[in-house]
């Protein structure tokens, strides 16, 4: 089994609205072509947290929390 990765802004419309991340690997097994999303470089906000959606990075939450607490002293 011979794989490549691609850009996967070389692959059409359709499919990259399916992919999202930068980079794609394909190959084939028994005669199907078949396309993985790879994640090279995840995000540090992926890495930490347990429900993290990406639009609040850690810093932003400690600070939060900081208010939080000093709004119910």
């Known amino acids: ?3 490549m990765v691609i850009d996967r802004k070389t692959l059409p ?3 990259i609205s399916y992919i999202h991340t930068e980079k794609v ?3 084939e097994e028994n005669g199907n072509i078949i396309l993985s999303p790879l994640k090279t470089n995840p995000n540090v ?3 930490f947290g347990m429900f993290n959606d990406g ?3 850690s810093e932003d939450f400690i600070k939060e929390k ?3 607490k ?3 002293n």
């Open 1 to 3: 089994m011979q794989s």
């Open 55 to 57: 639009k609040l990075s």
């Open 66 to 68: 900081i208010l939080e």
């Open 45 to 47: 906000n992926e890495l």
């Open 70 to 72: 000093e709004m119910e």
């Open 25 to 27: 690997r394909m190959f």
């Open 13 to 15: 419309e359709p499919i």
